[in-house]
T-cell receptor, first 111, second 116 residues
């Protein structure tokens, strides 16, 4: 079945790198996504990666995909206080309309 | 930047009452969705809507739920007889359609439903 798992909390010092990890179960995933949710706001797409890629970089964000292990990670370089939010991993399976989300990882920035 | 807007931001209702949550998707988008998030749990897919009909729905989306696009701009979720367990944040989303192979969804800020 379809399932996306991620740890619930991560604390990182300002200026350090944050690495948020995610695992998924469905090997037929076509696209994998990272969404960000700030307090009181909706789910904002940060980045996505196609399943035939293993890395994607966009400014401070690096996404790594290990398809063999069904493991996805999001690295945020030089973490800032504005990065404090909940980060959701999500997958799209085959040509389904829907996207399946994890529970979200709350990123807390330490001064 | 175009955005998805949802109203109300928070609704409190009594168990058994009907609730309508409203969404205005991005104007040139063709696919519309409802998701919900019960506090502390996953963001769960409810339903997708395309070409004026439901294209996919989850097990959660039972006969108590319905969706409608009553005019060219609004997309509504109706819960006929609310239960305590319907308390959640409900997110509306839209995407442009087949041109967007990555199926990138743009989400609204959510409507928090509290059932007493």
């Amino acid at each position: 079945g379809e399932d996306v798992e991620q740890s619930l909390f991560l604390s990182v010092r300002e200026g350090d790198s944050s690495v948020i990890n995610c695992t998924y179960t469905d090997s037929s995933s076509t696209y994998l996504y990272w969404y960000k949710q700030e307090p009181g706001a909706g789910l904002q797409l940060l980045t996505y990666i196609f399943s035939n890629m293993d890395m994607k970089q966009d400014q401070r964000l690096t996404v790594l995909l290990n398809k063999k292990d069904k493991h996805l990670s999001l690295r945020i370089a030089d973490t800032q206080t504005g990065d404090s939010a909940i980060y959701f991993c999500a997958e799209r399976v085959n040509r389904d309309d829907k996207i399946i989300f994890g529970k979200g990882t709350r990123l807390h920035i330490l001064p | 930047e175009p955005e998805v807007t949802q109203t109300p931001s928070h609704q409190v209702t009594q168990m058994g009452q009907e609730v309508i949550l409203r969404c205005v998707p991005i104007s040139n988008h063709l696919y519309f969705y409802w998701y919900r998030q019960i506090l502390g749990q996953k963001v769960e897919f409810l339903v997708s809507f395309y070409n004026n009909e439901i294209s996919e729905k989850s097990e959660i989306f039972d006969d108590q739920f319905s969706v409608e696009r009553p005019d060219g701009s609004n997309f509504t979720l109706k819960i006929r007889s609310t239960k305590l367990e319907d308390s959640a944040m409900y997110f509306c989303a839209s995407n442009p359609g087949p041109i967007s192979g990555a199926n990138v969804l743009t989400f609204g800020a959510g409507s928090r439903l509290t059932v007493l």
